[in-house]
């Protein structure tokens, strides 16, 4: 067989290259990875990897747990200076009331023109509530 070089060069006569030999029915009749080929496998093998699970030993000392944090939770004192931060406003006309700042968000209810609410933040959207409700409206419905 030629085989000519990547200059194009002239070429050399390499020898075949022989096919592997595959596994054969032998191969198929032992059960794989249950029982050594011959007896001296076993000693071939490193001893960490013939050590059953029952021979290894749970390390002495577990990892240490991390200290619980303490979580904040709204007090009665908190909900009273959500309130002392709302201002006063007036709906200007009829607009719905939603559960978040978008279009898209669910509707919670309607509030009427002339509406009394407290008025949180105000950018695009203002946080408002009345009553017992509380939810985002257009800013451009509300009259500060």
């Known amino acids: 067989m030629k085989v000519a070089s990547i200059l194009g060069a002239g070429g050399e006569t390499a020898a075949p290259v ?13 059960p794989a990875f249950l029982e050594p080929l011959n007896d001296t496998d076993e000693e ?16 002495d000392a577990a990892a240490p747990l991390p200290a619980p944090r303490p979580v ?3 007090s009665a004192d ?19 009331l939603r ?18 609410v407290k008025l949180y933040s105000c950018k695009s959207w ?12 257009y800013k ?3 009259d500060r």
């Open 18 to 30: 022989a096919a592997e030999a595959g596994p054969t029915a032998a191969d198929f009749s032992r």
């Open 99 to 116: 559960s978040g700042p978008r279009r898209s968000a669910s509707a919670i209810g309607t509030l009427e023109g002339g509406t009394k």
């Open 72 to 74: 904040k939770m709204a």
């Open 78 to 96: 908190t909900a009273a200076s959500d309130d002392d931060s709302a201002t006063s406003a007036r709906i200007r006309s009829a607009v719905t």
């Open 44 to 59: 071939t093998l490193p001893a960490s990897a013939v050590e059953t699970v029952a021979e290894r030993t749970p390390p």
């Open 140 to 142: 451009s419905s509300v």
């Open 126 to 137: 203002c946080e408002v509530s009345t009553g017992d409700k509380r939810g985002w409206v």
